[in-house]
């Protein structure tokens, strides 16, 4: 089998050999993964908690109740399941259903998923759903977290590719004119986006925590920027980890530091904050392309699917 370490998406890989309609015995699904039957079954049952044969006969039964409850014949469902009887495939049906094919209640009274270690069940011909109450460690997780802890790291990376820069380059108008918001002021060059990027969070910071206003015009050289982003980043997740701790997002703070002063609701600052941040990173990644900077590694590429598969590959 290929080494795990350098596949984005390893647990799709073993599925897909698990439940390939040409695979309909262990040896085929091993075949297919490039790998042993002893090693296949040992990493498909690691991940899933069922063996390869279980979770492949499982999923298909499923299938097949989708496919009844759709009109399909209990004949047509039977082979196309992959059984050489149809006398077999309604015995298999009926011991995991409780009920014979021809007794499978529609859609609208019950469903077609079957009681499962890992989550992972049929939901259409071409989409597989995994729940995420089975199988959390399986899941994108909450996804305000995954934006916000998105949003950081990328602009981790683009200060990292900001500092090989000449000066010229980093300061020189890009698009002239520009604001992203009326109150930030111009924002024409590379220098002008990252700073705001970098900076934006500290007004709302100081807000949430009491404190004074914050000076978001200091020194906008890249290695400043890198300097108050690494402040920046944990207070600014510590700041809503409490708040979703406290499951306060319809909480209201009366902003002093604006003129005059404002209301705002907690979960219309993050959403606010995560919207012009990803705008940015976007524009940023234009202004770095008008510079000749090429951004096709993997570390800088904006997808956060991608970016998710990355993190969640390096935690496991």
Known sequence: MADDTHDPDPWRRLLDAVLDADNRSLTAMAGDAHTSEFHFTRQVRARSGESPVALRRRVTLERAAWLLQRGTSVTDCAFD??????????RAFARAFGHPPTAMPPAAERGHWLPAPNGLHFHSPTVLYVDSGAASEHS???????????DLDDTTQLLSVCTALADDDYRRVRLAGHRVLEWHGLEESIAAVLTRLVR????????????AAPNVDGPDDVASLRTDHENIAPRWLAM???????????????????EPPESFLMSQIVAHEITFAAHRRQLLRWMLADAGVELSSPATDPDPIMWHRRTWHADT
């Open 81 to 90: 399941s992959g059984y050489e009887s149809v006398e077999g495939f309604s």
């Open 200 to 211: 934006a969070k500290l007004p709302w910071l100081a807000t949430v925590e009491g404190a």
């Open 240 to 258: 809503i980890r409490d708040v979703e701790r406290r499951d306060a997002w319809a909480d209201m703070i009366i902003d002093a530091l604006c």
């Open 140 to 150: 994108a997780g909450d996804v305000l977290a995954l934006l916000v802890r998105h």
